[in-house]
């Protein structure tokens, strides 16, 4: 599909999105390195753009980095514009290798706004040992609402990280979700939603790690939890 | 109360005050992100500015950072101020959700002068484990002049964090407390000794959680620290 | 050898290609603090340039940093050349200490273009207890395709190090190896690669221990290894 | 002593060497955060000048950071001159608190010609186990030649700490000594080389420390460590 397509035969309303996406999603990988969840190439933000005309979001693009490209050398105009099949709309570079995972999630969460993942240390130690990150901490209760949950192993080259992200995150009010023995998938209402659940995601994932170095933390009683989540994110309205 | 006031009902000499404790409320908020105690728009400063006329501090007011806002676009305009029951007096923006905890601190301890609160990482793992950090340390015993405690679980929503902060620094030197399953609340004289603290209370959070992954640290006799804190708060005159 | 020989008795194409390595090799050395491999002088980055007219290699040259300079101080101008005997053909200062390893790398591994040698924190502590790096993370899987080898205990002073390095690399897909108790060496198709190498080395030396700290983590399948490694290799084009 | 002395009555070529001193030991001061040796106010680096025409040491000078100046405010001019029984001889501001264990090493060690102290983290975590850093890496056979010794408890206030690190100092090769619950000192042949040795201490503290938290390092053979050492200290000119 859309093989013969180009970005012009979208509505201009569209293309003129996916120009303040370019941007937004150049500046937000700013914010990887900046918060130290990424090395080299590693990790990647993308954002979607909704088609004005198809309400089932199928005719969907969204907008992620370039493979291979240095964080110093990231423009709006090196990001890539792909259909939510995975393949490249218009980009003068190939897309980030974990487009395919970028891509089933939209198609599959038709909620979502924007895709992030790293590889942050600490959030990655988890998913190498294949374990959830207990909700322990009341900033956790307020962005996740309960324990980070890990995903299954998956591979890269075909859909199964896309599966595995998909059916985790549908099980959970957690906008992050750690595959196993890989790193952290992390969602979001736009990409600057998912980059703010992939900092937090480490911040709770390097804080929890090291409470349990020294013993055990305090649970938090489960109403609690849930009275936390619900204010942070109705209430309080973030 | 308050509902009808605004700034300009306060004494010239107070609202020149709060211009400046505005400015310097703001450039505190650059030290936590410098020290590394804060992520995204987490953590906040705040200052009083105590009323010329009033001596119970009652009609004393406080300057904080707003909700939510990035810390790369906070400005002195930006900053809010309230008044000691935590109502919003002048600003644009909704005032931190934290406000609460500041102003039940300054409405019941009237010699403090700042308070912040940060989830700065190690200070936060021995929140969630609810343990006291020993004071093993000379630096600990100058600044700190004994454990840093740890104070009981609130959540947000009423005034029980700030009960909770109050009550157990009534029982410390320590001007840091570290709330249950939350972080660390600092208090000082004004709003840079309430950052002294915050930066000082995770230095040591974290130089004490390091030690002891290896084995215990050995104690400091008692007189030892109130020697060493005499010395440093009075003699030395810090 | 090449006692009587300057750099002027080498063909011009190689001479240009000397001054091309002089700033590859002095920007890539700006990228060891930026991943905080290095700290103080430490670290060493270098490229070899090859004779266009003697295809077996005994005549290529190579470019490195030169010994005890700040790494505020380096530029392509005080970049050394040396033959690879490890004598210095060109340059103000004396080459850097680690001359003799990076040396005989290019001499007996033909194919290697670039040798980075770091003391990063986390691979050398694996270094000092003589541990293999286990390969549990899709990334080291990726880049490393096993794990990363630990290679003998070697004394400055002879070709003990060289040696060292090459008999370990020789059996193994990883571009790096810990040497016992020293730290780490990497190599590549250039210094770029070899740089890249080094940053991968420790991030996943970090991400290794920090999940090893609270459990064991869970293996990868071999054959799931070997098909990443291929496809990150090859398909992928890296 | 020197109570009615200014540096006036200092030989001009020492008053020279003084505002050089106070240069170099300005610009050493910001190394300290650089290498994230130091948070707030805390730390510190000396320099002594030497009396051109009084051979015992006994009428030297030197040169040390002002009490409570941030870092961010320390120039040449603020930098205060004392003489070796720690009296300040001129400044603006008081010198700092650790002024008098400064004056009593470079009283007790002539050779000594720059001291630094921190409390960086992972030295001052060994420093409150009171537990010697065993001599485990090669860099550290080179810059140390053995393991960085622990001292005495001594709180501040008379001469104790100055010598508990004479003491301790005169015991080993290390130039670098753990104040027990305190934090290194470093000494130099200049305030350089005593900023080096305070790096090189917070390295070597951290690696060894994260090599045991997985296990044990691999012991180095003594006459290694003799080997590494003297060819650092002396065949390779550091």
């Not at 990790?43 to 909704?50: K, L, M």
């Not at 980070?148 to 906008?175: C, K, M, N, Q, Y």
Request: with cysteine.
């Amino acid at each position: 599909m859309n093989q013969q397509r180009t970005l012009e035969s979208y509505p201009q309303s569209m293309r003129d999105e996916v120009q303040r996406a370019r941007q937004e999603v150049a500046d937000l990988h700013a914010e990887l390195p900046r918060y130290e969840l990424v090395v080299w190439t590693a990790g990647n933000v993308s954002q979607r753009v909704r088609h004005p005309e198809v309400a089932d979001g199928s005719q969907d693009l969204f907008v992620i980095k370039p493979s291979g490209v240095s964080y110093d050398d990231l423009t709006p105009e090196s990001m890539v514009v792909c259909t939510l099949d995975g393949q490249l709309l218009e980009g003068e570079h190939a897309p980030s290798s974990d487009t395919a995972a970028h891509a089933y999630t939209y198609e599959h969460m038709p909620e979502v706004g924007g895709v992030v993942h790293t590889h942050s240390t600490y959030a990655t130690a988890w998913a190498a040992r294949g374990e959830d990150i207990p909700c322990v901490l009341t900033m956790m209760a307020d962005e996740f609402g309960g324990p980070i949950p890990i995903g299954p192993f998956a591979i890269i080259g075909d859909d199964s990280i896309g599966r595995g992200i998909v059916a985790t995150l549908r099980e959970s009010r957690s906008p992050a979700v750690l595959m196993a023995n890989h790193g952290p998938f992390t969602i979001g209402k736009d990409a600057r939603a998912a980059v703010k659940a992939a900092v937090m995601c480490e911040e709770v994932a390097r804080t929890v790690h090291i409470a349990q170095q020294l013993g055990d933390p305090q649970p938090i009683d489960p109403t609690k939890i849930d009275s936390l989540y619900e204010r942070y994110q109705n209430v309080y309205g973030q």
